[in-house]
């Protein structure tokens, strides 16, 4: 099945000629002008209005007749005087009596499905980061103030403006670095970088190596990353080897051994981790592209991909929080190798135990049957899982409803329709928009691949019973708290609360009953 048959597209494009799913049910309906929501009184309308409430999105238009304009009522605009306003039932109502579309808010964008922010965050990411030097030449890029811009790439990407430049310019050092023979000088200054010595000092802090040595995997079969300071390494074995039995990857004392699926084929890596580095090995000299990719699954699975200071410093403030990041400094969150390996965990996880799903996930590798040495087994595949019937995976365990969904989300992944490497990359909305647009994923599913797939610093996964029982033994509420309850704990540690779920998995919930 394509994923155009599962989601409503909207004509409209991104920047790089990406289109967004159309989710909103506004936009579905096409209302007329005299569509039943103008029956909210004007007293609620004015309220709500003032208040920025985006629950009220879709339900009126706000006309603002001192300035020709109309807006949504969630617009940050100055809010303009309730003598000055009228209310609309649609934009083409407040078109038709002579007033324009707000720059700010986009109302005629909500309306038709397309996502302005979205699109704006699509188009700066195609941008060669030499060609902006600065992060004020980047919000000029974007056609925003530099404080619009840093709330934008906050909301959407969860980073900040200099994160965002030094990511882009650092992931482009990194494929010149490996796929020609270019002066390192001189790949320096084109990504951007106004000086060698600040290139070297970011991208050894991203990468873990030196760009030589980043440059010397080619070939190789041993390396060493650099580890940050602080770096929990019990913590972190931990949770590599939660799944004791698990047939894709085993712990031994402070060695990881893995089978990892790169471009070239499964490899078995072992990874021996010490104060300060880990040493690699692998089983085969690398190519520059299993080079790059194997790079880029360790950094993931060791959580090199985030730096956790910003949310200790934000936790210590916290009477609740406080206690768990002082238990395990320097903590962070360990992603799956690839994001459909999330997605894998994600389904066989839905509504069953920890243990249960490591079950069904070893069951689906012996099915597929990837020896890839030292006893392990290659990790799924989309193309693998594609091939199995409904009726092969419910022989495994998986109820037909998740088996189908496993084969759907496969398919999908295999086919390109569904690709989770762009989504990770981009709008955090956007991804979790798409992913819910599939049949069968609900918000749990999406955001727990969202946190452990794509990397999202920000994600709640509301419904995780997990979660809302360590958040209980946190607070010592009376009972488990709903996902409203879940939402509002969890407030105060925006936007770093993917790293503060994993705190409360870590410390306050059962290892098994969360993956």
Known sequence: MALRAAVRYSPGTTGSGRKFPCRNPVAARAPGPHNARMSLSRQIMLREMLAANAAFDGRFITGVVSTGIYCLPSCRA???KPENVVFHATPASARSAGLRPCLRCHP??????IHADETRVAALADLPPGDLPDVPALARAAGL???ALHALLREHLGLTPADFLARGRIAQARHLLLHTDRPVTEIAFEVGFASLSAFGEQFRKQAGLSAQAYRDLRGARAF???????????AMLRDLGRDRCQSTA????????????????????????????AEVTTAAPLSPADAAALHGMLRRMLGLTSDPARFERLARQDAAFGPLVAGTPGYRVPLTPTPFDALVWAVAGQQVTFAFACTLRRRLCGRLGEPAGAGLYAPPSAEGIAALSVPDLTALGFTRARAELLSRVAGLCASGALDLDALAGGSVRAAERQLTAVPGIGPWTARYVLLRGLGAADVVPVGDSALAAGLQQLHGLPGRPDARQVTALLAPLAPYRSLATLHVWRH?????ETA
């Open 224 to 234: 060493t990353l650099r580890l940050p300071a602080g770096y929990p390494l019990a």
């Open 108 to 113: 005629d964008h909500y309306y038709a499905g």
């Open 78 to 80: 100055k809010k303009p």
């Open 250 to 277: 085993r712990v031994e004392g402070h060695t990881l051994h893995t089978a990892l699926r790169l471009p070239g084929g499964v490899q078995v890596v072992h990874v021996a981790l010490r104060a300060g580095q």
């Open 508 to 512: 306050h919930a059962a290892p098994k």
């Open 145 to 147: 103030s530099v404080r």
